[in-house]
């Protein structure tokens, strides 16, 4: 008896949001349906214990970190914060910054976006500008805040993909238009990251762990905007889904047929 194929399950992190006097975990739509152009399974996670994090990736076969209107606190990169009016996220920070470890150190893929990006960036030894606009020598890549969502989420940019990588692998092209909706950046990358692609300003817009088992790739813009019409989106995503199912069969346990019943008992 042949059993159906499971679709690979990809965690996605909520983040939190006070509406009106009441807290909720929220994940939004577009990364969920990114997923699922992925061919995967997602499942959101509203937040987590340390002494859970195991317990989840045990049922996972990948990661999905989402982009957010939060930043990582800048205390987790030895700095104090630099616009108080900017918001933050400790409860995400909390429990994300020390799963992303345990998720390469299992060769689970993981796929990082944008706040994602730079949490992975932050949870293994980098640093971040927190205010990307300000530094010499950068632009600024936020996007405006008084137009159509369409504009904002629009082709901001290209990036150059730097030869002999992930990204260079996936997309097969050595530049690619992209959009920016960000304030934040890396200002240190962590040790054993490799760049993968640069913002005309020399910004890093895409790295990967070097020496990680499993495929892994982070990237400053949001590929999950309108992901289906975007040719680099779905190559992206696609990719990421097929490293899922390698890893959930790589680590399937076998379907055995069941015994049939004694007819003397």
Same mark, same amino acid.
């Given at each position: 008896?042949t ?18 006097? !009441?807290?909720? !975990?929220? $994940? ?9 152009? $992925?061919?995967?399974q &997602?499942? /959101? ?22 982009g ?5 606190h &800048? ?10 009016e900017? &918001?933050?996220?400790? %409860? ?5 910054l020390?799963? /992303? ?5 299992r060769?689970? &893929?993981?796929?990082g976006? %944008?706040?994602g ?9 980098g640093?971040l ?18 137009v159509?969502?369409?504009? +904002?989420?629009g082709?901001?940019h290209?990036?150059?993909? +730097?030869?002999g ?5 996936v997309l097969?092209e !050595? ?6 909706? !960000?304030?934040?950046?890396?200002n #240190?990358?962590? @040790?054993?990251? #490799?760049v993968? @692609? ?10 990967s762990?070097?020496e ?7 990237v +400053?813009?949001h590929?999950?905007?309108?992901a @289906? ?5 779905v ?6 889904? $097929?490293?899922?199912e $390698?890893?959930?069969? #790589?680590?399937r346990?076998?379907? +055995?047929?069941?015994?049939p019943?004694?007819p003397?008992?």
């Amino acid at each position: 008896m042949t059993m159906p194929q499971s679709k690979p399950v990809v965690l996605v992190p909520a983040c939190n949001r006070m509406l009106g006097q !009441h807290a909720f !975990h929220v $994940a939004g739509k577009k990364y969920i349906d990114a997923v699922r152009l $992925a061919g995967c399974q &997602p499942v /959101i996670v509203p937040t987590a214990e340390l002494d859970e994090l195991d317990a989840l990736l045990d049922v996972a076969h990948g990661v999905l970190l989402t982009g957010s209107a939060s930043n990582v606190h &800048p205390s987790h990169f030895d700095e104090a914060v630099h616009d108080p009016e900017l &918001p933050l996220d400790t %409860c995400r920070d909390a429990w994300t910054l020390p799963l /992303i470890p345990r998720v390469l150190a299992r060769g689970m &893929p993981l796929f990082g976006i %944008c706040r994602g990006f730079q949490e992975a960036n932050v949870a293994l030894g980098g640093t971040l500008h927190q205010a990307v606009q300000e530094v010499p020598g950068r632009h600024d890549h936020r996007a405006a805040m008084d137009v159509l969502v369409d504009v +904002q989420y629009g082709l901001a940019h290209e990036v150059i993909v +730097q030869a002999g990588g992930i990204l260079a692998t996936v997309l097969d092209e !050595h530049v690619v238009q992209v959009n920016s909706v !960000h304030g934040q950046g890396v200002n #240190r990358l962590a @040790a054993g990251l #490799r760049v993968e @692609a640069l913002a005309p300003d020399g910004l890093v817009e895409a790295f990967s762990v070097g020496e990680a088992r499993g495929f892994n790739l982070c990237v +400053q813009w949001h590929p999950e905007w309108q992901a @289906a019409s975007n040719t680099v989106s779905v190559r992206l995503f696609k990719a990421f889904g $097929a490293a899922c199912e $390698a890893y959930r069969d #790589r680590h399937r346990v076998p379907y +055995q047929e069941p015994e049939p019943p004694d007819p003397d008992r």
